[in-house]
Each structure stands twice: as structure tokens, then as C-alpha cells.
């Protein structure tokens, strides 16, 4: 897959469908790989039409790595917010949605449909508040606000996406059972992913790529963020909140305050799923995001 330069750093990205479709931005989560982006996803979209834009966040994947600034400090970064302060991070999540804008730019595209997950839906909404002119609609799943007021991650879920990884280039199998239980812990109960297709995604990232300290200076900027409620309530483009009523990494009132944060947004919860994007409910996934898309032609 090809490389660009965008907002100055080297992003690996992918393009896909029909040339002359309505661009869809997909933004990935925290330590996620474009390939998260399964090809069922991206194929139920561009046989609907859209041509879909994905890419690899800094630090994560094949794109451009800040290993200038090491492993961030996190317990200095949560000693300043509660002190008021703000805090010392190599960048911001401000800076990741002018990555994705950079991208739209470098390809020429006047404006997407900006959809994100999890992390890539904080990206998202700040690409449709910093940069309206690019976002034709805005689709969050699994994300939240950072309204501190919002329930936290179950304790057994946030211990699941940060516990220490096992290098797969040390022992590969134990590698594998342990993102396999991380993933037994935050999936959906009511769609679940055969292990077969887990094991084989988790095999496939190793060997794409393997950078943990990327994921920690991702976290660090997910912390820094703060609450985006002020921005999220100045957002105009058409906008759809999905959001999973079995999550327990980001629970169901994440999406909620998400959707009454931003004005007009919908709001549609989906009983039994959890934090991923199961096959299961991919075409279901897929109208929400033509919603967007169709309320976007209308306000045109």
C-alpha cells in the first residue's frame, strides 16, 4: 500500500471503489491498524457506491513513528490535569485529525464523509468541528466526549486494552492468546467472532507491524484531550452516533452524550454490541453511515 505525505509526516493509506463516488474517510482507534477496517467493511461500502478513504494513525501501523520522544510519562500527565495544568504530550488528538485532513488534501478530495471508531471517532469529531469544510457528514461510533461525568471503562475492560503486550517476535503464540482474551473481554456478547478469524486478524497485525509505545503516546493524547463538548456543540455537518449497549470499554452513555453534544445528531444504540465492529452487524453499520451520507445530499 502507498505512502503520502500529510500534515508534514508520512501516512500509509489505502484508497478503494469508484473514483468518481462520495468520499468516506474511516478513522481507527487507539493502537488499531487500517487493516481493523475489514474487507466485508470496506466492500459493503463501495458496493453501495462510495469511494473509501483509510489510512494508518501516527504511530501505529506503517505510518510515520515519533520515536523522538520516547514513552510519555503518564502519571505526570495525570498529575498535571488534576492539578489544572496542561499537561506535556508529543501531540494531540488535534493533531491527528489534521493528519486525516492533510490526507483529504493530498488526494484532492474536496470534502468526505468522516466516520470514526473508538479513538478514530474522537479524530472524527474533531475534524468535523476544526474542519468543517472537509466534512460532508460525521458518523461516531463507539466514542465518547470526554465529559468527565460519563461512566468509566469497566475495570476488567480498561485492564484489557492496556496491559503490557507479549512481542510477537519473542513468542507469537502467546501473542495471539492474549489478544484473544483482550478481545473476549471488550467484543460484542451478542455477535460473537468466531476465534478462527480473531486469531488470523491478530497474526496479521504482528506481522504488519508491532509498535506499543505508539499505542502509549496515542494514549497520552487521548487523556490530554480533555472535554470536547464545547466544540462538538459548534459541529454542522449531519451527523449519526452509533454506539454499542454491551460495551464495556466505552459504555453506551459515551455515545449518548456524544450525540446530545452535537446538534441535530442521531442516535442509535444496537443491543448486544459490544467494542468492535462484529461481521454480523457490518450491513447494519453500513445504512447508519448511508443516513449520514443521505442527510448530507439533503442539507446540500
Same mark, same amino acid.
Given at each position: ?7 508534514? =509526516?508520512?501516512?500509509?493509506? /489505502?484508497?478503494?471503489? $469508484? %473514483? *468518481? ?5 474511516? +478513522? !481507527? ?93 474522537? =479524530?472524527?469529531?474533531?475534524? /468535523?468541528?476544526?474542519? $468543517? %469544510? *472537509? ?5 461516531? +461510533? !463507539? ?158
Amino acid at each position: 500500500m502507498p505512502q503520502i505525505i500529510a500534515n508534514g =509526516i508520512p501516512l500509509e493509506y /489505502a484508497v478503494y471503489g $469508484p %473514483e *468518481k463516488g462520495e468520499a468516506v474517510l474511516l +478513522i !481507527m482507534g487507539f493502537g488499531a491498524q487500517m487493516t481493523r477496517w475489514s474487507p466485508q467493511f470496506i466492500r459493503e461500502l463501495t458496493n453501495r457506491g462510495y469511494r473509501v478513504i483509510v489510512h494508518d494513525n501516527r504511530d501505529v501501523g506503517l505510518s510515520h513513528r515519533f520515536e523522538e520522544h520516547g514513552e510519555p510519562d503518564m502519571t505526570a500527565i495525570y498529575t498535571a490535569l488534576m492539578s489544572g495544568q496542561t499537561p506535556d504530550v508529543p501531540y494531540h488528538l488535534a493533531d491527528m485529525a489534521r493528519d486525516s485532513v492533510g490526507l483529504l488534501e493530498v488526494l484532492g478530495v474536496e470534502r468526505a464523509h468522516v466516520v470514526g471508531a473508538s479513538m478514530g471517532g474522537m =479524530i472524527a469529531q474533531l475534524v /468535523a468541528a476544526n474542519h $468543517p %469544510e *472537509k466534512t460532508a457528514s460525521l458518523v461516531s +461510533i !463507539m466514542s465518547t466526549t470526554g465529559n468527565p461525568a460519563v461512566p468509566p471503562a469497566k475495570p476488567e475492560a480498561m485492564a484489557a486494552l492496556t496491559k503490557p503486550g507479549v512481542d510477537p517476535a519473542v513468542d507469537m503464540d502467546k501473542h495471539v492468546w492474549s489478544g484473544l482474551e483482550s478481545h473476549k473481554v471488550i467484543g460484542s456478547p451478542g455477535y460473537p467472532t468466531p476465534d478462527e478469524i480473531l486469531i488470523e486478524r491478530i497474526r496479521a497485525d504482528a506481522r504488519r507491524a508491532y509498535y506499543p509505545v505508539g499505542r502509549a503516546r496515542q494514549m497520552a493524547a487521548v487523556v490530554a484531550c480533555g472535554d470536547r463538548r464545547p466544540l462538538l456543540a459548534a459541529i454542522t455537518a449531519p451527523t449519526v452516533v452509533i454506539h454499542g449497549e454491551a460495551d464495556p470499554l466505552v459504555p453506551v452513555e459515551g455515545g449518548r452524550d456524544t450525540a446530545a453534544s452535537i446538534p441535530g445528531a442521531e442516535l442509535h444504540t444496537i443491543p448486544g454490541m459490544g467494542h468492535d465492529l462484529p461481521h454480523q452487524l457490518i450491513p447494519r453499520i453500513a445504512d447508519l453511515i448511508e443516513r449520514a451520507t443521505a442527510r448530507a445530499r439533503e442539507s446540500a
